[in-house]
Nanobody
Framework: QVQLGESGGGSVQAGGSLRLSCAASGPISFLYTVGWFRQAPGKERDFVSSIRWGASNTYYADSVKGRFTISRDNAKKTVFLHMNSLKPEDTAIYYC?????????????????WGQGTQVTVSP
C-alpha cells in the first residue's frame, strides 16, 4: 500500500518561503493523484493543491494561486509544495495525500492515503 511522509514545515515570518516535501513509497503510479491539504485549528481540512503522478496537470486553491507551486520528482517519488509570500492565514498543519484516480477533486474524503502532517506557522 502507498505510504506518505511529509517534511519541511517550520516557522517563518510573513513574506517568507518554505518548501514542503512528500515522500511516497509503495505502488504509486501514473494512475494516482497526490494532493496537499491543510487544517488550521478549529477549521476543516481544506484543499491546497494537487498534481497527477503521470501528467503535468496541477490545481490550486484560489487562496494560494500565484504563491504556491506543486511539483513532482518521479525518480525520487517525491512531491513538493513550494510556498512563497507566506501569510499568517497560511498557518496550519499541512498534509500530503494520495488517491487512485486522475479526475480533479477537492474533497479530502476521496483521498485514501495520508501522511502524518507537518506544521507551518507564519508570524506577522
Amino acid at each position: 500500500q502507498v505510504q506518505l511522509g511529509e517534511s519541511g514545515g517550520g516557522s517563518v515570518q510573513a513574506g517568507g518561503s518554505l518548501r514542503l516535501s512528500c515522500a511516497a513509497s509503495g505502488p504509486i503510479s501514473f494512475l494516482y493523484t497526490v494532493g496537499w491539504f491543510r487544517q488550521a485549528p478549529g477549521k476543516e481540512r481544506d484543499f491546497v493543491s494537487s498534481i497527477r503522478w503521470g501528467a503535468s496537470n496541477t490545481y490550486y486553491a484560489d487562496s494560494v494561486k500565484g504563491r504556491f507551486t506543486i511539483s513532482r520528482d518521479n525518480a525520487k517519488k517525491t512531491v513538493f509544495l513550494h510556498m512563497n509570500s507566506l501569510k499568517p492565514e497560511d498557518t496550519a498543519i499541512y498534509y500530503c495525500a494520495a488517491r487512485l484516480g486522475t479526475d480533479l477533486t477537492l474533497d479530502p474524503s476521496r483521498f485514501r492515503y495520508w501522511g502524518q502532517g507537518t506544521q507551518v506557522t507564519v508570524s506577522p
